[in-house]
């Protein structure tokens, strides 16, 4: 399953289920989007010739980042811009969460292991703003 996570027509997260079985290519995120989330599911024998990224002049306003649940769980919780917040999902071992825009907060709910990925270069606490998030007795999961 795919979930778009989205407040006031803006695009907060893209989740994608562990369960998710598509064949061929598909690409979850808008072109504009300055990180990109895809799918492939190919046969075996099936090719990719290889290639080079020729070097394209892109400019990032908003750090994106996709993180990858490698065992555990964990409790995201979505926020808007101004910083309220919206509501919760569980994150289980194989899911996949591009973050895009809002705020967001973490609660592990089992020892969990993930992987991120952002673009660069780091820019430090330049980066974000960090807030007062709700407990875990208000959130608002949603399956």
Same mark, same amino acid.
């Given at each position: ?7 006031? &027509? ?25 990180? *990109? ?39 995201? &919780? ?14 289980? *071992? ?7 825009? $809002? ?29 007062? $998030? ?10």
């Amino acid at each position: 399953m795919i979930e778009h996570i989205v407040h006031a &027509d803006r695009t907060l997260a893209v989740l994608l289920h562990a369960d998710y079985r598509q064949e061929g290519i598909r690409f979850f995120t808008p072109d504009d989007f300055s990180q *990109q989330l895809g799918y492939m599911n190919r046969p075996q024998g099936y090719v990719i010739p290889p290639h080079v990224h020729n070097p394209v002049a892109r400019e990032v306003h908003y750090t994106k980042e996709v993180l990858f649940i490698k065992s555990g769980r964990v409790r995201v &919780d979505f926020y808007d811009d101004d910083q309220r917040y919206l509501e919760s999902r569980v994150l289980r *071992q194989g899911d996949v969460l591009l973050l895009a825009y $809002g705020g967001h907060g973490f609660e592990m709910l089992e020892p969990t292991e993930m992987i991120e990925v952002k673009q660069g270069p780091y820019a430090g606490e330049a980066d974000k703003t960090r807030f007062a $998030g709700i407990s875990a007795d208000e959130a608002r999961i949603l399956p």
